[in-house]
């Protein structure tokens, strides 16, 4: 069995990839096609003509319809077949799997699951999206040679920054401090306080703050795979209330994690910062560091992939901090069984229909 959820609003690409040509995409070890309708609104269809099996994305768009370029089928924007050349009769089976789409945070969003539970409202809110005290980078992308479950065990893990991201957002102030978990049926959580500190390198960098700092580290996994990461500092000994942190040094960084095969995976990234929000020069300083920052745990992560791959061991020991990692594999596990369940339960269903 694989270690994909369906059923979830997956980031299939940021909204200015996404124009009136075929665009083709693996998302969770399917070929998807990606174009705009003439009004603009965002199309995802599987990208496979149920004839030949071609891929509709060596074809051409014709309007809102897809003309396949081997032998001319089309299909509509919703993947049914509109034109069979030289024939008047339509086969039932030319049709072509059409998946639900959204476009928010400038990405457009596409559920991979079953289509009836396909909640639009369901889409994470970003806190400070398009507020102007705010400054936003977005648009930002990488490509990791790994499994998804390795990034999203990373991206819970705030004690790693003190050892693989020195240059950037850690320090080895956080070496002995533990860190704290908790959990939700949305959500894991793991988060620790490194108090009366030296600022790491990329809040000293921007220079708002002087002197030693508190710094929390909230780290956020919203279930299947989206991290959303909650970072910042203030002086030392001030109350952290939420007001004090918005007024302190602050980021909300959000990774959208789409799985592209088992042992590969989309990053796309944004970051929103309350610190020089309409400095040109802050926003270049942050996606460099973030870039950096981002593709440190890449490499470190490809070798842990093919590792993996080599012995077919995940981890030889477990220690104190792998705790937010186990519990989210534990949730993808659920999710994933109860996925499997209701797929069970509709085959069921479909078998007695037949035999009636
Ligand atoms: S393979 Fe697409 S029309 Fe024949
Ligand atoms: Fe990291």
Redesign the pocket.
Known sequence: MGTFVNNAWYVAAWGNEVRRELLPRTLLGQQILLYRKENGEAVALVDR??????P?SL?ELKGDSVQ??????TFDCSGTCIRVPGQRNIPTEAQVRAFPVMEKYNAIWVWMGDPEQADTTAIIDVPHYGDPGWGLVDGQYLHFKSNYLNITDNLVDPAHTSYVHKNTIGNAAGEEVGVKVEQSDSHVLAYRWINDAPQVPLVERMGKLAGNVDRWQYYYLHLPSISYVDFGCIPVGTEPTEANKDRGFRSFSFNFLTPETESTTHYFWLHLRNYHPDDPQASDDVARLMNQTFEEDATLLEFIQREQERTGVREYARIAIDNAPLRIRRQIERLQSKEQSAEAAAMDCEAETAIR
Request: net charge positive; proline share 7%.
């Open positions: 003509c149920p004839h030949k099996l071609a509709l074809g396949c370029g081997y032998h001319g089928l």
